[in-house]
């Protein structure tokens, strides 16, 4: 029986919780907030579309210690980045409550992979790395997941392909300084720069347009809707079925860096097989050199970041 738990009945939380139960990924999902009511309405909630569905459970609590049989937990709680903030901001305030969690996880269920969602999502996944005995394969965040989906849509729609046949992929930080991998970008088997393009549009004008959209994306829903919560969902019941089906498919997710790339301890989202034991392989990435620049970018903001929890 595979069991998922999510940590936040919020906006993402109980999101995740109804996307987990709509892609029917696992038999039972456990939905944790310290607002135990709150825990109860969006389990009960989505209890309703079960009979409709699937055979499942969905079990709200707000005691930690009910999370002993998940193979994965997801924790999306924390303060949410309000318009105008960037993620970064809200990092202090999240760092200590993600570290406790991290810890009494630890004691509750030490085999599961711990897939985190709370912004900012990068630095948090170290600061629970560091706070865990667990390997640093089974701490994951789920990175560019979302923004690499973001970009193959729009990039499929400028080239009138259909998406999943676009190969485009989004690395490095959840936020500002991510970058496209356009130097490796293929539609089927090939390169982006041969594909031949709509009338009176260049390359860059496309590359252009898609990183844009791509960058403005998550900004633009929470000057409309105050926080975003279905499209991180998706990504994440993704990734947790890749765990819970032992898939090895591969995301862009927020990892250790490999000491392949040379960039100190951070954690950014480089390309990861994901199965049973989360991370299973690091595949190696090939970038341009402006792109090794933009990578490296990324990793020193990502740094600069954590040490200011230090400070
Ligand atoms: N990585 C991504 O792509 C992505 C996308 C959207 C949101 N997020 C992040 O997800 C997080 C949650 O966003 P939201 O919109 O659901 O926020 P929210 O305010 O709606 O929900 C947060 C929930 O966490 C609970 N909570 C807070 N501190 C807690 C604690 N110490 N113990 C137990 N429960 C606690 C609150 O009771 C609340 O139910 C934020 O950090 C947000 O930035 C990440």
């Known amino acids: 029986m595979s069991e998922v738990a999510v940590i936040g009945a919020g906006h993402v939380g109980a999101a995740v919780a109804n996307a987990l139960v709509l892609l029917r990924t696992c038999d039972v999902v456990t939905i944790y907030d310290r607002d135990a009511a709150r825990a109860e309405g969006e389990a009960w909630d989505i209890a309703d579309a079960i009979p409709l569905l699937a055979q499942m459970e969905i079990r709200p609590t707000g005691d930690l210690a009910d999370l002993r049989g998940a193979d994965v937990v997801v924790i999306t709680i924390g303060a949410t980045v309000t318009t105008g903030q960037s993620r970064l901001d809200v990092l202090g305030a999240n760092a200590g409550i993600i570290a406790g969690v991290a810890r009494e996880l630890d004691a509750v269920c030490p085999d599961a992979v711990v897939l985190l969602v709370s912004n900012p999502v990068d630095v948090l996944t170290r ?177 600069s970041a954590y040490r200011s929890l230090a400070s």
Do not use: N
């Open 127 to 303: 600061v629970a790395l560091e706070a865990s005995a667990r390997p640093a394969a089974r701490v994951i965040g789920c990175g560019t997941v979302l923004d690499g989906a973001r970009l193959r849509q729009r990039l499929g729609r400028l080239l009138g392909v259909e998406r999943e046949d676009v190969h485009a992929y989004v690395v490095g930080e959840h936020g500002d300084s991510a970058f496209p991998v356009w130097s490796s970008a293929t539609v089927g088997a090939t390169p982006l720069r041969d594909v031949e393009l709509p009338d009176g549009v260049s390359l860059a004008q496309i590359q252009d347009e898609a990183a844009a959209a791509t960058r403005l994306r998550g900004r633009s829903i929470h000057e409309r809707k105050g926080f975003t919560s279905y499209g991180v969902a998706a990504a994440v019941a993704r990734i947790v079925r890749a765990v819970v089906r032992d898939e090895r498919r591969l995301f862009m997710v927020s990892v250790k860096a490999p000491e392949r790339y040379r960039l100190g301890p951070v954690v950014l989202s480089l390309p990861s097989v994901i199965g049973a034991g989360g991370v299973e392989r690091h595949l190696p990435l090939s970038l341009s050199a402006d792109e090794r620049a933009l990578l490296e970018r990324s990793a020193a903001i990502l740094e």
